[in-house]
């Protein structure tokens, strides 16, 4: 198919979440000259006071929000016939925009899992720095720091965590090496002087508005990717019915003489891919696509992260974010009042301050029992970087179930999302769930503050003995508390992808195997390390690109 549209661009990115923003923010930064259109399908940003004060974030939650998209997954046996939810971003920003600022990064022995040219941890580490401005950074856009205030009950937890878990204290867990002890959380995705959130919008794009030739045009949804020949050279788009209720959902096309970056995340990237006839045969047949190039690993190998979370009770003199989550009115209002002074107090928080990448000791792992036993040996035992679950709330971070994502015809005809996630397919993945759970609550009723599950508890002892769980109590943790934790081949190590030219993957979807780590600062990654790669293709000088963010007042 040939464009008739007139409206040209040098590069097209069909997604405008976290790493499309780094990625056109940086391209942007070295070459002002490159005419850029980010299509993004949720709304702007800019400055909107639920994407911009920390404490926000649980509203992109709500069962009403506009800025996060609930992807239901295929019911399955091993849930309960549950069918779980998965979240995602879905705005100008995408994850960056609403996610709980929780900073964390991936063992090195990651990247060598993923065996790609280029991307091993000594070639990423000084990339992983670009983005930040803190102590594991130089001086990038990205502001990383403690939030404007600390809540005590991180540290009754690593004070607990010392002498009941036995667990050592480190300063700092985000090394790339330090795993089994336990941390304060230092570091969050929030500005330590303004108190804004750290996204990659306002950091990466907002505030280069002066520039014209770089567009972020929201509501935008991408149908597919247009080739001529097998050269990606466009895209088809509509109107987003969400983001733009009652408007006219017929179809625009637009011009990409460089380059079509697909990075819409992942759910929203292989679906573009196969809807542009690259995928497998099966699907594509299923939904009466025409197949461009014949991919089967379009929407495979889909991989998260699952947890569980224990609430309980504290103390009434505790400073929590309750009043500021139940929005008490008297308490808002004196906490923004602060915030917009100073940038400080509870309005620059995210509640989270301490954790630990726990891997068990050998009473532990005796404890976990047989079914565990070979994935420890397999994945675990000799890489020493890794952890089986981190603790703040139970999160296994390399499950060795996977699922996927497809587009399929829905009964009355519509596209829809064939997602299966695969949560706890392969059994091993319960065992260390179901023991950090165990151990999360053994944790939290030790803390000073604690007052129970239920009102009537009391603080416990440090020497009270465990919870004896009976095999039922085992099969209702399998069953009710597994969750999303919001974090999924196809393209080469420069990310083009296969059989086609021209078009490239960037986001989170591109990842091949799963990550010791909260995701946002991989897509910062992939962000700064795509726009190199791209740089490099088109000719940019990558080597003199200003710092934008310093200069420019606008969306800091
Ligand atoms: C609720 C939540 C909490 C999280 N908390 C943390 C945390 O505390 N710390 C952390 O490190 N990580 C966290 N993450 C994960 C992290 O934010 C994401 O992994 C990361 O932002 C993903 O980046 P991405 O570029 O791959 O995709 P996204 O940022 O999701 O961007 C994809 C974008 O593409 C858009 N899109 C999709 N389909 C189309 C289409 N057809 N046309 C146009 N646009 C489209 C979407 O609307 C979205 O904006 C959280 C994520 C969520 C959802």
């Known amino acids: ?26 391209l942007a930064a070295c070459d002002p000259s490159l005419k850029i259109l980010v299509l993004e399908a949720g709304p702007h940003t800019l400055n909107e006071a639920a994407c911009v004060q920390p404490y926000l974030y649980p509203t992109h939650l709500a069962p009403w929000t506009s800025t996060v998209s609930f992807v ?24 960056s925009s609403v996610n709980f600022m929780v900073y964390t990064r991936a063992p090195a022995s990651d990247f060598y899992d993923w065996r ?34 600390k809540l005590n009950l991180g540290q009754e937890l690593i004070d607990v965590g010392k002498a009941y878990h036995k667990r050592p204290y480190a300063d700092d867990t985000d090394d790339l090496e330090t795993c089994n002890t336990y941390s304060s959380c230092v570091r969050r995705y929030i500005d330590g002087t303004t108190g804004r959130r750290s996204d990659a919008a306002h950091h990466y794009v907002y505030n280069q508005a002066h520039n014209t030739n770089l567009q972020i045009w929201a509501g935008k949804r991408v149908k597919r990717v247009i080739f001529e020949d097998k050269r990606a050279v466009g895209v ?72 569980a979370f ?24 004196e906490c923004l009042a602060q915030w917009k002074r100073d940038g400080r107090g509870l309005v620059a928080q995210n509640g989270g301050e301490a954790k630990i990448k726990w891997r068990p000791d050998d009473d532990e792992l005796s404890a976990m029992g047989s079914a565990f036993q070979p994935r ?25 179930s996977v699922g996927s994502v497809h587009v399929k015809l829905e009964e009355n005809g519509k596209e829809g999302i064939d997602f299966t996630p695969g949560y706890l397919d392969d059994p091993s993945d319960i065992v260390p769930l179901n023991f950090g759970y165990k151990k999360m609550r053994e944790l939290y009723r030790r803390m000073p503050s604690y007052r129970g599950e239920i009102p009537a508890s009391h603080p416990m002892d440090l020497n009270a003995p465990d919870i004896i769980y009976t095999p039922e109590d085992d099969a209702a943790i399998e069953k009710f508390h597994l969750q999303t934790m ?16 021209n078009l490239k993957v960037a986001d989170m979807s591109m990842v091949p195997k799963n990550v010791g780590t909260n995701t946002y600062s991989m897509a910062l990654l992939i962000g700064e390390k795509a726009a190199m790669i791209i740089a490099e ?14 200069s420019s007042e606008e969306g800091n």
């Open 310 to 333: 224990a609430a309980y009770n504290v103390a009434d003199n505790v400073v929590t974010m309750d009043p500021l989550w139940r929005g008490e009115e008297s308490a808002v209002q």
């Open 486 to 501: 919001w974090h999924s081949l196809v393209v080469d190590a420069r990310l083009n992808v296969y059989g086609v030219t």
């Open 1 to 26: 198919m040939s464009i008739s549209s007139t409206l040209d661009f040098d590069i097209i990115f069909a997604g405008g979440g976290t790493t499309a923003c780094v990625v056109a923010g940086r």
């Open 236 to 307: 088809e788009f509509t109107s987003d019915s969400v983001s733009c209720p009652g408007a006219d959902l017929s179809s625009s096309t637009v011009r990409a003489s460089k380059l079509v970056v697909v990075s819409a995340g992942a759910f929203g990237s292989p679906t573009i891919l196969e809807r542009s006839g690259i995928g497998s045969e099966a699907v594509l047949k299923r939904c009466g696509i025409e197949q461009l190039v014949n991919l089967p690993g379009v929407g495979e190998n889909y991989q998260d992260h699952q947890g």
């Open 72 to 95: 239901v997954g295929n019911s399955s046996p091993r849930l309960n016939d549950r069918a779980p939810i998965a979240s995602c971003g879905r705005c100008v920003g995408g994850g």
């Open 116 to 149: 790609v040219d280029g991307w091993e941890s000594e070639n990423l580490i000084p990339i992983m720095k670009k983005p930040d401005c803190a102590t594991h950074g130089y001086n990038g856009p990205i502001k990383v720091s403690s939030g404007g205030y």
């Open 537 to 550: 293709d088109l000719g940019i000088d990558f080597t003199t690109c200003p710092s934008w963010w310093e």
């Open 376 to 400: 420890w040996k397999e994945f675990f035992q000799d890489r020493p970087d890794k952890n089986s679950r981190n603790i703040r709330h139970v999160c296994g971070l390399y499950p060795a």
